[in-house]
């Protein structure tokens, strides 16, 4: 959809954001660039390159008469999922990349950005328009995921380095008492309306019937989370999905990611290093599979994401991503775009499941009500959380 924005504003918009990227990496060592420890977790040098690489492939190549590439290897090297670009790095090798240097990726980025610039002076058409929007908001997602990946990759570490000593708010704490917000039963408008911008998957704007149900206010604390562990959450397999069960087997998982302990003590590594675990902060870095199940220990459920959308005014949001009950599925009148472009949501719709809200790493432009992040049920190194909800019957 098309945003409303002067020349200037869209040039303000885009520059701000490119800058922000790198700030991010500012506390980094040059070896901290490189390493893939999973799949999921891509390498910084990838990130600076690949967001590069989104304005190169999608605006310059398009839209710039003569466009010269940095360097045509990199449209291979770069390309994350656009199978309609062509060819890509395997996901699971972003790692291997030693060359080209991150002296060289930021080179990539000073080229792209100077001929962006020069390029955004100009009346643009409104699909070229919409795409440099789209490409700002994309890197956007990729300054979250910088910060979350690079949390893994240093948390790989048995040294446990700090990203920033000062890096404090994954510790910040609600300051309202827990209680419980009713919802009655009715027809609510679901989905994204309005101006400004929105991914895709949040457009299709249409109505649900929810029967009557309560919300809390407040997230689940790592003071809750270890009753459940105390209590043998880990060990009762009548809390869990089958799924969910093998996995916490096959992999021996007994408590949230980046949780350690140490001579009796709980510890937490964060982006400041390692802490002990502060009671009283919302629970984080948990799977849906341990948050469906620490819901049914204590005899409630996950909210779907048309509850959580419907509620989400009645109570603060924006600590933690949500995991909601709800399947990552189109909505009724979603319409997949054309082209490169298309892939960008649509084909994912499938054995995901969709969180709600924003984290302490989310970009504030992305925190809206309607933004439907999505994963598979059994990843956990976003700062993810639990909400409770029951049925009123």
């Given at each position: 959809?098309?945003?409303e924005?002067?020349a200037?504003?869209?040039t303000t918009?885009?520059?701000?954001?490119r800058h922000?990227t790198?700030r991010i990496c500012?506390?980094?060592?040059?070896?901290?660039?490189?390493?893939?420890?999973?799949?999921?977790v891509s390498p910084p040098?990838?990130h600076?390159?690949h967001t590069?690489?989104f304005?190169e492939?999608f605006?310059?190549?398009?839209?710039?008469?003569?466009?010269r590439p940095f360097?045509?290897k990199?449209?291979?090297?770069?390309?994350?999922y656009y199978?309609?670009v062509?060819?890509?790095?395997?996901?699971?090798q972003?790692?291997?990349?030693?060359?080209?240097?991150v002296a060289?990726?930021?080179?990539?980025?000073?080229?792209?950005?100077?001929?962006m610039l020069?390029?955004?002076e100009?009346?643009?058409?409104?699909e070229?328009?919409?795409?440099?929007?789209?490409?700002i908001n994309?890197?956007?997602?990729?300054q979250e995921?910088?910060?979350t990946d690079?949390k893994?990759?240093?948390?790989?570490?048995?040294l446990?380095?700090a990203?920033?000593e000062?890096?404090a708010?994954?510790e910040?704490?609600e300051?309202?008492?827990?209680?419980?917000?009713?919802?009655e039963?009715?027809?609510?408008?679901?989905?994204?309306?309005?101006k400004?911008?929105?991914f895709?998957n949040e457009l299709?704007r249409?109505?649900?019937?929810?029967?009557d149900?309560s919300?809390r206010?407040t997230l689940?604390?790592?003071?809750?989370?270890?009753?459940f562990?105390?209590?043998g959450?880990?060990?009762?397999?009548?809390l869990?999905?089958s799924e969910?069960?093998?996995?916490i087997?096959?992999?021996r998982i007994?408590?949230p990611?980046?949780?350690?302990?140490i001579?009796?003590?709980?510890?937490?590594?964060?982006?400041?290093g390692?802490?002990?675990?502060?009671?009283?902060?919302?629970?984080?870095?948990?799977?849906?599979?341990?948050?469906?199940?620490f819901?049914?220990?204590?005899?409630?459920r996950?909210?779907t994401?048309?509850?959580?959308e419907v509620?989400?005014?009645?109570f603060?949001?924006?600590?933690?991503?949500?995991w909601?009950?709800s399947a990552?599925?189109p909505?009724p009148f979603?319409k997949?775009?054309?082209?490169?472009v298309?892939?960008?949501n649509?084909?994912f719709m499938?054995n995901q499941?969709?969180l709600?809200?924003a984290?302490?790493?989310?970009p504030?432009?992305h925190?809206?009500k309607?933004?439907?992040n999505?994963?598979?049920p059994?990843?956990?190194?976003?700062?993810?959380?639990?909400?409770?909800?029951?049925?009123?019957?």
């Amino acid at each position: 959809m098309l945003v409303e924005c002067s020349a200037k504003e869209l040039t303000t918009f885009y520059s701000e954001v490119r800058h922000y990227t790198e700030r991010i990496c500012k506390p980094l060592e040059i070896e901290d660039y490189v390493p893939q420890p999973v799949v999921d977790v891509s390498p910084p040098k990838w990130h600076l390159a690949h967001t590069t690489w989104f304005f190169e492939e999608f605006v310059l190549r398009k839209f710039l008469k003569d466009y010269r590439p940095f360097d045509e290897k990199y449209r291979y090297l770069f390309n994350s999922y656009y199978n309609s670009v062509g060819d890509k790095t395997p996901r699971n090798q972003r790692g291997f990349l030693s060359r080209p240097t991150v002296a060289e990726v930021f080179r990539y980025r000073s080229y792209v950005d100077e001929k962006m610039l020069r390029f955004l002076e100009k009346e643009l058409p409104d699909e070229a328009k919409e795409l440099v929007i789209l490409g700002i908001n994309h890197e956007q997602q990729h300054q979250e995921l910088l910060l979350t990946d690079l949390k893994y990759i240093l948390h790989q570490n048995p040294l446990f380095p700090a990203y920033k000593e000062d890096f404090a708010p994954e510790e910040i704490t609600e300051s309202q008492k827990p209680d419980f917000v009713v919802i009655e039963q009715g027809v609510y408008e679901i989905g994204f309306s309005g101006k400004g911008f929105c991914f895709d998957n949040e457009l299709g704007r249409h109505k649900v019937f929810l029967h009557d149900f309560s919300i809390r206010n407040t997230l689940v604390t790592n003071a809750e989370y270890l009753e459940f562990m105390e209590d043998g959450g880990y060990r009762n397999f009548n809390l869990w999905h089958s799924e969910g069960w093998d996995w916490i087997n096959q992999n021996r998982i007994e408590a949230p990611l980046y949780w350690h302990k140490i001579d009796g003590e709980w510890f937490n590594f964060t982006l400041s290093g390692l802490r002990k675990i502060k009671p009283e902060a919302p629970i984080t870095h948990v799977s849906f599979y341990e948050a469906s199940a620490f819901a049914e220990w204590k005899g409630m459920r996950l909210p779907t994401e048309f509850e959580w959308e419907v509620a989400s005014d009645l109570f603060n949001w924006g600590l933690r991503w949500e995991w909601t009950n709800s399947a990552y599925l189109p909505y009724p009148f979603f319409k997949k775009l054309p082209g490169a472009v298309g892939e960008y949501n649509g084909k994912f719709m499938v054995n995901q499941m969709v969180l709600r809200g924003a984290s302490i790493a989310t970009p504030t432009d992305h925190s809206r009500k309607t933004y439907r992040n999505f994963f598979h049920p059994h990843l956990r190194w976003q700062f993810t959380g639990i909400r409770l909800a029951r049925s009123i019957e």
